[in-house]
């Protein structure tokens, strides 16, 4: 069964430093997602990705958060200058409209932890 | 308001009982619903979508009321393995979705 990939499963790093975590979507989905879940609350919309371009963002996505889908398989989510509060875990999703539901897969997720 | 609501629990359920969870939305102009499990500190899994005509998958059945602005999801025969955290999800526009904080079931022997 096809299944939507993250890495690192961890990312340890300082304040101040950029970060890029990276999934790799289920290959024939054309909508790609980035969630944040900090620990013990709930699960947060950052941003949809269609099409090589934003299609809609949440106001937690801001300047210093970017997406890329480099070269047809990655989807990366890069932060520029992490802070302490940017520490939770990292969803990546994906979606294949055509089914007309929107239905998403996640992946298993990337913990940050900003030191 | 807030866009996606729900009852946190826990339910503490003995097997094979039957449980209600119910979600209201915030948005009469939403179109996706979705309910997802979440395990502890495991990424949600989908459960099922949630359509105008109600829909029904082996022990669950999960309703939509428009009019009311809510959705539920009915768990029969509940199963120890059904212990998990219960994620209403709701688009708001038209790429953007918005979780609930989830209702935490706990189905003992």
């Known amino acids: 069964e096809p299944e939507v990939t993250q890495t690192p499963s961890h990312q340890v790093t300082q304040m101040g430093q950029e970060v890029i975590l990276r999934c790799v979507p289920i290959?024939?989905?054309?909508?790609f997602y980035w969630y944040r879940q900090i620990l013990g609350q709930k699960v947060e919309f950052l941003v949809s990705?269609?099409?090589?371009?934003?299609?809609?963002k949440s106001e937690i996505f801001d300047d210093q958060f970017s997406v890329e889908r480099p070269d047809g398989s990655n989807f990366t989510l890069k932060i520029r200058s992490t802070k302490l509060e940017d520490s939770a875990m990292y969803f990546c999703?994906?979606?294949?409209?055509?089914?007309?539901?929107?239905?998403?897969?996640f992946g298993p997720g990337t913990r940050l932890t900003v030191t | 308001r807030k866009e996606v609501e729900q009852d946190p629990g826990p339910f503490n359920v003995p097997e094979g009982a039957t449980v209600a969870f119910n979600c209201t939305y915030s948005?009469?102009?939403?179109?996706?619903f979705f309910w997802y499990r979440q395990d502890c500190r495991k990424e949600p899994k989908l459960l099922m979508s949630?359509?105008?005509s109600g829909n029904e998958d082996g022990r669950f059945t999960a309703q939509l009321n428009r009019a009311s602005q809510y959705i539920s999801l009915l768990i029969r025969d509940s199963k120890l393995s059904d212990s998990a955290t219960y994620l209403c999800?709701?688009?708001?526009?038209?790429?953007?979705?918005?979780f609930g904080s989830g209702t935490k079931l706990n189905v003992k022997p």
């Open positions: 999703a994906s979606s294949e409209p055509g089914q007309g539901s929107y239905e998403q897969y």
């Open positions: 290959s024939n989905h054309l909508y």
């Open positions: 990705f269609y099409n090589n371009e934003i299609s809609e």
């Open positions: 948005n009469s102009a939403s179109q996706s």
């Open positions: 949630v359509y105008s």
């Open positions: 999800v709701v688009n708001m526009d038209f790429n953007k979705f918005y």
